[in-house]
């Protein structure tokens, strides 16, 4: 009797020691945080009927488009003009202020980043990225006001992507509609697709969805992906590592493909892991993509998953031009100029290396 007893005792040891481990490692895999929280971090507000109030922390700023004899810092002009009617999209396109004579220059498509839910094309901190990146390289910047989750999950900005690239083929085609910017100085077989943080996530699906079209006579001839924003369910050692980051921490990333990915999606959806293949994109495909451009920094979470992506990229035979910095963060060339400047040399030497190539993908 007591013998039966002291098992009983033992077990309900066990079963709390049990119990406690179990907690433990919950815990160790979602960080504390509330939902408002989460809110918080991002300055959003969910509404009844499923759409968020945004504030507006970055300012927004208007085109510029015209010249002000005045100033010492306008370095190109801006206009914004209408990209789809029903979906209400626009392009903002950027020129240099003072472009060489007689010379064609690429066309860059630009996608913002904030995560597919926040900011705009016109938000000040990727207006001026556009001028720089115009002026820098030089090019002509078509920088897309996609539709933002989750009052339009994804693929919609990867649909108003689509709808940029077909914009550019119309400018190319249509000689008598053409953009009067674009007509004096676009070069239609250097197109580049860019794209920062979600923006190079929609740069990659755009360009597989691209290489099914008939585009002539543009010529996609390259992609850039800067820190792009990509996630899945097991977690990275990065990721890991940097749950608690000041600029993406995971728990509010998780959050955010909530409202990103088709409702009831889990981050393994291919919008969300690239690396999910073989529900999607044949191997076949991958082959034909242009040549790459992948940035990322070591103290971003998200940068196991940019290597990840540039050997699979490698291994299906797509030439990509890796840089990976050390230290760094997430947006770290939106708030330092010396980081910013590396990048805009890192890409503009990325274009001008793969123009020189005679040879042209697909
Ligand atoms: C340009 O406009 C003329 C006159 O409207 C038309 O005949 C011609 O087909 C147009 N060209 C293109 C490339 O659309
Ligand atoms: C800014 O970026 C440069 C170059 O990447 C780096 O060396 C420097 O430490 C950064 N400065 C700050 C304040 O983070």
Redesign the pocket.
């Given at each position: 009797m007591a013998m039966a007893i002291y098992n009983i005792f033992l077990l309900f040891l066990c079963f709390c020691q049990l119990g406690h481990k179990i907690t433990a490692s919950d815990e160790q895999k979602t960080p504390s945080h509330t939902l408002q929280e989460a809110y918080d971090v991002l300055g959003i507000k969910p509404n009844p009927d499923g759409s968020l109030t945004r504030e507006i922390r970055i300012p927004m700023v208007n085109a510029t488009p015209n010249v002000e004899p005045t100033s010492t810092t306008q370095i190109a002009l801006s206009k914004d003009i209408p990209l789809n009617p029903f979906t209400k999209t626009f392009i903002r396109l950027y020129k240099p202020l003072n472009p060489t004579k007689n010379s064609k220059i690429p066309l860059i498509i630009y996608l913002h980043g904030g995560d597919f839910v926040l900011f705009s094309a016109k938000t000040v901190i990727f207006h001026e990225f556009c001028n720089q990146i115009s002026a820098q390289f030089p090019a002509v910047v078509a920088s897309v006001e996609y539709r933002l989750a989750p009052e339009h999950r994804l693929p919609a900005a990867y649909d108003d992507a689509m709808d940029a690239i077909m914009w550019a083929r119309s400018q190319a085609?249509?000689?008598?509609?053409s953009d009067a910017w674009i007509k004096q100085l676009v070069d239609f077989s250097h197109v580049f697709l860019l794209g920062s943080s979600a923006g190079g996530n929609a740069v990659y699906h755009a360009a597989l969805r691209a290489l099914d079209l008939n585009l002539s006579p543009i010529k996609i001839r390259g992609m850039i992906m800067n820190q792009p924003y990509f996630g899945g369910v097991h977690r990275t050692e990065s990721e890991i590592k940097l749950s608690e980051d000041a600029y993406i921490p995971l728990y509010v990333n998780d959050l955010l493909w909530t409202f990103s990915l088709p409702k009831n999606a889990n981050r393994d959806h291919e919008f969300c892991n690239p690396l999910m293949i073989g529900r999607s994109y044949d191997l076949g495909k991958i082959k034909r993509l242009p040549r790459v451009m992948m940035k990322g920094d070591d103290g971003d979470p998200l940068v196991d998953r940019e290597k990840m992506l540039v050997k699979f990229l490698e291994a299906n035979g797509v030439e990509v031009v890796s840089i990976f910095n050390e230290g760094g963060h997430h947006g770290i060339e939106l708030s330092n100029t010396t980081a910013a400047q590396e990048l805009y040399d890192a890409m503009k030497n990325f274009i001008h290396s793969t123009l020189k190539f005679k040879h042209i993908n697909h």
């Amino acid at each position: 009797m007591a013998m039966a007893i002291y098992n009983i005792f033992l077990l309900f040891l066990c079963f709390c020691q049990l119990g406690h481990k179990i907690t433990a490692s919950d815990e160790q895999k979602t960080p504390s945080h509330t939902l408002q929280e989460a809110y918080d971090v991002l300055g959003i507000k969910p509404n009844p009927d499923g759409s968020l109030t945004r504030e507006i922390r970055i300012p927004m700023v208007n085109a510029t488009p015209n010249v002000e004899p005045t100033s010492t810092t306008q370095i190109a002009l801006s206009k914004d003009i209408p990209l789809n009617p029903f979906t209400k999209t626009f392009i903002r396109l950027y020129k240099p202020l003072n472009p060489t004579k007689n010379s064609k220059i690429p066309l860059i498509i630009y996608l913002h980043g904030g995560d597919f839910v926040l900011f705009s094309a016109k938000t000040v901190i990727f207006h001026e990225f556009c001028n720089q990146i115009s002026a820098q390289f030089p090019a002509v910047v078509a920088s897309v006001e996609y539709r933002l989750a989750p009052e339009h999950r994804l693929p919609a900005a990867y649909d108003d992507a689509m709808d940029a690239i077909m914009w550019a083929r119309s400018q190319a085609v249509c000689g008598n509609g053409s953009d009067a910017w674009i007509k004096q100085l676009v070069d239609f077989s250097h197109v580049f697709l860019l794209g920062s943080s979600a923006g190079g996530n929609a740069v990659y699906h755009a360009a597989l969805r691209a290489l099914d079209l008939n585009l002539s006579p543009i010529k996609i001839r390259g992609m850039i992906m800067n820190q792009p924003y990509f996630g899945g369910v097991h977690r990275t050692e990065s990721e890991i590592k940097l749950s608690e980051d000041a600029y993406i921490p995971l728990y509010v990333n998780d959050l955010l493909w909530t409202f990103s990915l088709p409702k009831n999606a889990n981050r393994d959806h291919e919008f969300c892991n690239p690396l999910m293949i073989g529900r999607s994109y044949d191997l076949g495909k991958i082959k034909r993509l242009p040549r790459v451009m992948m940035k990322g920094d070591d103290g971003d979470p998200l940068v196991d998953r940019e290597k990840m992506l540039v050997k699979f990229l490698e291994a299906n035979g797509v030439e990509v031009v890796s840089i990976f910095n050390e230290g760094g963060h997430h947006g770290i060339e939106l708030s330092n100029t010396t980081a910013a400047q590396e990048l805009y040399d890192a890409m503009k030497n990325f274009i001008h290396s793969t123009l020189k190539f005679k040879h042209i993908n697909h």
